[in-house]
């Protein structure tokens, strides 16, 4: 299992997570960073109430260098979801703030 490489800019909300991709070689990775951790690592967001899609799409272009390499650190120890078509999700205890 190689290094999980991020190529291209493939992003989508869908009111749980931020979904991206990741790829071993030429195997794409399924990768997402919830809500949750959006809300606490981005100051800007509030951490109640609904937000608008676009808020959290704002978050994530805005944290992606971090959620890329705690996905990618998260990859490369194994550390794939049980259940779902995301295979690797940043959560908020993943993340070192």
């Given at each position: ?6 190529r291209?800019?493939?992003?989508h ?16 990775v399924?990768?997402?960073v919830?809500?949750f951790?959006?809300k606490?690592h981005?100051?800007?967001?509030p ?18 260098p971090?959620?890329?390499e ?5 990859y ?11 295979r690797?999700m ?8």
């Amino acid at each position: 299992m190689s290094r999980l490489a991020f190529r291209d800019d493939f992003k989508h909300f869908d009111g749980h997570c931020v979904r991206f991709h990741g790829f071993d070689g030429n195997d794409e990775v399924l990768c997402g960073v919830t809500t949750f951790a959006l809300k606490h690592h981005m100051e800007e967001l509030p951490e109640d109430g609904l937000l608008p899609a676009d808020a959290f799409m704002a978050a994530y272009d805005r944290l992606m260098p971090a959620i890329r390499e705690v996905a990618a650190e998260k990859y490369a120890t194994r550390r794939f979801e049980r259940s779902g078509d995301v295979r690797v999700m940043v959560h908020d205890h993943d993340w070192k703030a």
